[in-house]
């Protein structure tokens, strides 16, 4: 492989060196890579840096178990975007929740542009669109995506003692409802406005 400062090549062979200084650059690397990109899902500098650090040991980790190879530059990025994805949750999660990577992280098809494109456009619609709603919604949107039941949210949220509250879990249930609505709006408009159609 061709290696260029900070290519997928560069940042691959300064980990597999697996001495202190090569591992510092490939970090700073691939921050200089995926930096950006973090930002714009998180919008906000500290949640940005959290997640950072969970995707970059994620990518070494992979690395240097040579389950993640240097296979092109395209797929290779797409790649640590896949990864981004699948962490994404994290963001939304409140410090008593355990983060868990989904375990079917997949290269294959993601290395090409326009759909690459795409994806970052769609994170980019999504976090707008939860800077548009209120805190209690979009802690139930975090729970909701994380798998957990509107009888355990209701429970978390402290909106009931009771597991088995129905009423509880019925009203949550629908205060997402409406929440989803205003995202799902607020994310086409977004998508509209950047010429994002289909």
């Known amino acids: ?10 940042i691959v062979e300064m980990f597999l060196k697996a001495i202190e200084v090569s591992e510092k650059r490939a970090f700073q690397c691939l921050k200089e890579k995926i930096f950006g990109r973090i ?37 290779f990025f797409a790649y640590t975007h896949k990864v981004i994805r699948g962490m994404r949750r994290k963001v939304f999660q409140t410090p008593e929740d355990e983060f868990h990577l989904p375990p079917d992280i997949d290269i294959e098809d993601t290395s090409d542009p326009e759909a690459i494109r795409r994806q970052i456009i769609e994170e980019k619609a999504l976090a707008y669109a939860l800077t548009q709603v209120d805190e209690r919604c979009r802690l139930i949107f975090g729970y909701r995506s994380n798998g957990v039941s509107f009888k355990e949210i ?4 402290e909106e009931t003692d009771d ?36």
Not at 154 to 157: C, E, H, I, R, W
Not at 178 to 191: N, P
Request: charged share 30%; net charge neutral; proline share 2%.
């Open 39 to 75: 930002m714009n899902i998180t919008q906000d500098k500290e949640l940005a840096k959290d997640l950072f650090q969970e995707v970059s040991l994620y990518i070494w980790h992979q690395i240097m178990e040579q389950k993640l190879t240097y296979q092109g530059e395209g797929q």
């Open 163 to 198: 597991p088995d509250d129905d009423k509880a879990s019925a009203t949550l249930r629908n205060k997402f409802k409406r929440c989803m609505k205003k995202i799902e709006e607020e994310v086409r408009a977004y998508l509209i406005r950047e010429g994002v159609t289909g």
């Open 154 to 157: 209701a429970v978390k949220m």
């Open 1 to 10: 492989m061709v290696s260029t400062p900070c290519s997928a090549a560069f």
